[in-house]
Every structure is written in C-alpha cells, then in structure tokens.
T-cell receptor, first 121, second 114 residues
Framework: GAVVSQHPSWVICKSGTSVKIECRSLDFQATTMFWYRQFPKQSLMLMATSNEGSKATYEQGVEKDKFLINHASLTLSTLTVTSAHPEDSSFYICSARGQSVWRRTGSKEQYFGPGTRLTVT | AQKVTQAQTEISVVEKEDVTLDCVYE???????LFWYKQPPSGELVFLIRRNSFDEQNEISGRYSWNFQKSTSSFNFTITASQVVDSAVYFCALSSYNTDKLIFGTGTRLQVFP
C-alpha cells in the first residue's frame, strides 16, 4: 500500500512555457502533500506543503506565483511551473501523507513519488 | 532551527566491506523523527527507516543497522557486507512531531565496487 505516482516522469519544455506535474496517491487519501526540488547532486529542498482544500504553504524563497500548487482532491496535487526558465530545470518530487495512515500507525512517514525530471531549454 | 549534517559526501568501498554513514542533527524539539532514505540512480526515494526520539534502541534489518544516540545527536547507518546494489545516495532526514516537514541532509554518495 501507500503508492504515490507522478506524471510525467520527465518533460522537456521551451523557455517561457508552463509545465504541470501531477502527483497522485493511488491507494490512500492524501490529506497533506509536499513538493520538493532537487538540483543535480544536491539534497531535496521542500518547496511547499499543501493540505487538501487549502492554499499551499510555501517555504521561504519559493515564488508562489511561479510555482502554482493545487490540491483539489484527496488523491491529486498538481505543481505548475509557470513561465519556466532553464534555471528551473530540476528533479521535482512529491510526497504524500494520509490521515488514515497516521491514525492507524502513528506514523509521520511520507510516501514519495518517483519524481519528475524537468528540463527547460 | 533544524539541521541535518552528513559530513561524508562520497564513500567508496569494495564489495563485502562494512560501511557506516554518519548523520548528525540539530533540533530544539523534544519530540522528533529521524529517517534514512536511499536514492538509487533512478531517482526514486526508498524509505529505509523511521525512528522517533523516544526510542534509542538500535535496530537491525538484515544487512542494515542503525545506531541512534541522543546524547551526541547522531543517527548513523551501517551496511554490513556491502553489495554493488547498495550503490546509491543515502539521505538522513529529520522532522518534528508537530510538523511534517522533512529536513534532509546533503546526502552521502556510496559507491560499492565489485
């Protein structure tokens, strides 16, 4: 159980275009989803936290108008990189936590998606 | 502020050697969680272990073992009899009980040569 998928797994886009990345929890309801960014050979940095039905909370230094996050349902969160530029090229990873998992196990564990590699040319 | 330090950026060993990956953390929270994740070349994060701050018992799972020492704020990870398939980047992470934010260390790249 606790499977998280991301789509697409990789994408190449031209500078100035927008790209949408989907994160889905396949077998549980994800009340909270997280979006991370990882530059090559670097660590994962949290970009934002989103709770279903609420506005996302962005980490300091992350432009909320550039990285639009929508968590409209308990199984889907989307990250849209607007007007992408080459410096936005990165590996974007989502994770999800389900309230039911937490209540049943007490676990604060997040389940990670496989990541989306974005290349902006 | 919370911080995770993985001082070893890269480690190379020969198969069957034992290897220990260090992790030192900083937090003001009294209740917190520590994690280890493996990231193979495919990029997908693989969960290895979660340990809460109340439980300082060491844990062993097959060839993996973890040594949690609150007194030194360390949560080290040992792979016994390493194998080529263990080659990956390993991340140590910290979260407080009250938030779900994961603070990752910079990772240790482990290369196991045949």
């Amino acid at each position: 159980g606790a499977v998280v998928s991301q789509h697409p797994s990789w994408v190449i886009c031209k500078s100035g275009t927008s790209v949408k990345i989907e994160c889905r929890s396949l077998d549980f309801q994800a009340t909270t989803m997280f979006w991370y960014r990882q530059f090559p050979k670097q660590s994962l940095m949290l970009m934002a936290t989103s709770n279903e039905g609420s506005k996302a909370t962005y980490e300091q230094g992350v432009e909320k108008d550039k990285f639009l996050i929508n968590h409209a349902s308990l199984t889907l969160s989307t990250l849209t990189v607007t007007s992408a530029h080459p410096e936005d090229s990165s590996f974007y990873i989502c994770s999800a936590r389900g309230q039911s998992v937490w209540r049943r196990t007490g676990s604060k564990e997040q389940y990670f998606g496989p990541g989306t590699r974005l290349t902006v040319t | 502020a919370q911080k995770v330090t993985q001082a070893q950026t890269e480690i190379s060993v020969v198969e069957k050697e034992d290897v220990t990956l260090d992790c030192v953390y900083e937090t003001r929270d009294t209740t917190y969680y520590l994690f280890w994740y493996k990231q193979p070349p495919s990029g997908e994060l693989v969960f290895l272990i979660r340990r809460n701050s109340f439980d300082e018992q060491n844990e062993i799972s097959g060839r993996y073992s973890w040594n949690f020492q609150k007194s030194t704020s360390s949560f080290n990870f040992t792979i016994t009899a390493s194998q080529v398939v263990d080659s990956a980047v390993y991340f140590c992470a910290l979260s407080s009980y009250n938030t779900d934010k994961l603070i990752f260390g910079t990772g240790t790249r482990l290369q196991v040569f045949p």
